[in-house]
């Protein structure tokens, strides 16, 4: 295609897009089965077979189908106190990943505001701010959830304020760093210029300029999450039981690892195809938002 002006045949330019197609077949079946496990935790009260908190204790530690002693209506089998495990599995699937996801969000938006604040407002508010970022980083995080669960109790909505805190300060120093850059362009200017206010400047030119870097450490941080609420509820500090999640099911099943190893099994399986979709999915987005990595 081209614009004629006059007799002259002017080349129309054409820039790249980012493009979000997924042609590895990696990244297509990761796709595939992270579909998979978000369908089976959102139907989860529907398709689970039994209740997951029904002791049997006639059928307890019962193998899972094709195995001696399995019980047929109990496909993966059944833990120490005879429920059945793929119930468990599902529901555990459904608070593990709602945990993750609102702890995600909430560390998001903390993180996003700060960093707009710290980069717009420069001088001394940045340098608290970053100075409170920093420390966070260097501290272990788990003796910061640690600390919080042992003040606050072990409340589902402390599990979710732990998981909030755990990234809010990687998101906000990426946030200033991207801010920092951006608020010296020319649109930027322009906009103050005409009298916009720092929050309009802020909603309507930064945050859009924000989004895909955002999105993409948010998507990787998602496993990292999984394994964290996994591992505060494998030490008996996340969610409590009778209540499933896939770190409780792992933590209450580790006694009976060595003779009946089904029971640890087919919770932690499931941590681990979480966390590989979320990080393969991740890195196909990350590649295919930088132009950097997309011209390689």
Not at 134 to 140: A, F, G, I, Q
Not at 160 to 176: C, E, I, P, Q
Not at 196 to 219: D, F, G, K
């Amino acid at each position: 295609m081209s614009l004629v002006l006059g007799t002259t045949a002017v080349p129309r330019l054409k820039l790249p897009r980012p493009r979000l197609g997924i042609g590895n077949p990696l990244v297509a079946a990761a796709a595939v089965l992270g579909a998979m496990l978000l369908t089976m935790a959102l139907l989860a009260p529907w398709i689970a077979p039994f209740d997951p908190n029904q002791q049997k204790l006639l059928a307890r530690l019962r193998p899972p189908v094709g195995f001696d002693r399995a019980m047929a209506q109990y496909w993966f089998g059944t833990d120490q106190l005879g429920r059945d495990l793929l119930s468990r599995c599902l529901h555990g699937l459904r608070l593990s990943l709602a945990l993750a996801f609102f702890g995600g969000v909430f560390g998001l938006v903390l993180g996003v505001a700060i960093g707009l604040l710290a980069g717009l407002a420069r001088g001394v508010v940045d340098s608290v701010l970053m100075g409170l970022a920093d420390v966070k980083l260097s501290v272990p995080f788990t003796l910061v959830a640690l600390l919080v669960i042992a003040l606050a109790g072990t409340a589902t909505e402390v599990l979710l304020l732990v998981l909030g805190l755990a990234y809010w300060a990687h998101f906000a120093r990426l946030v200033r760093g991207q801010v920092i850059a951006l608020r010296d362009m020319p649109y930027v200017e322009a906009a103050r210029a005409v009298g916009a206010s720092p929050l309009r400047v802020a909603l309507r030119h930064m945050i859009p300029n924000l989004a895909s870097p955002v999105v993409v450490m948010a998507t990787l941080n998602f496993s990292n999450l999984i394994l964290l609420e996994s591992s505060l509820s494998f030490l008996g500090i996340g969610v409590q039981p009778p209540t499933a999640t896939l770190g409780s099911m792992v933590g209450q099943g580790r006694d009976y690892m060595a003779s009946a190893p089904w029971v640890v099994a087919a919770p932690a399986a499931l941590i681990v195809l979480v966390a590989l979709v979320a990080m393969l999915l991740g890195d196909h987005l990350r590649d295919r938002v930088d132009a950097r990595l997309r011209e390689r």
